[in-house]
């Protein structure tokens, strides 16, 4: 059964705005959540992650232009990204931080210059 959906990406240009949502339907609401994103030949890393009481966490490239949410009633899992750059273009994913399912089959986002 599909436990990680993943929603939002899209082609946008260099400076542009996406929201990216995520379904987590047996894992959300217990544990830390994160999102990943890979690149074509790099794996796939951490970007931002929250704890179950709200806490968040980013890698340097991204702070200040993303910022992760979740809402634990609705099993759903958000990454806001502004200001879009062209490294920012990978598959990204939902799951959590010490606890994981199969992976879901990630939002492709591509950002143009």
């Known amino acids: 059964q599909v436990q990680l959906v993943e929603s939002g990406g899209a082609l946008v240009q260099t400076g542009g705005s996406l929201r990216l949502s995520c379904v987590a339907r047996?894992?959300?609401?217990?544990?830390?959540m994160a999102w990943y994103r890979q690149a074509p030949g790099k794996q796939r890393d951490m970007v931002a992650s929250?704890?179950?009481?709200?806490?968040?966490n980013y890698v340097d490239s991204v702070k200040g232009r993303f910022t992760i949410s979740r809402d634990n009633a609705k099993n759903m899992l958000y990454l806001q990204m502004t200001d879009l750059k062209p490294e920012d273009t990978a598959a990204y994913y939902c799951?959590?931080?010490?606890?994981?399912?199969?992976w879901g089959q990630g939002t492709q986002v591509t950002v143009s210059s």
């Open positions: 799951n959590g931080v010490n606890v994981r399912v199969p």
């Open positions: 047996t894992i959300l609401s217990d544990n830390d």
């Open positions: 929250i704890t179950r009481g709200g806490r968040t």
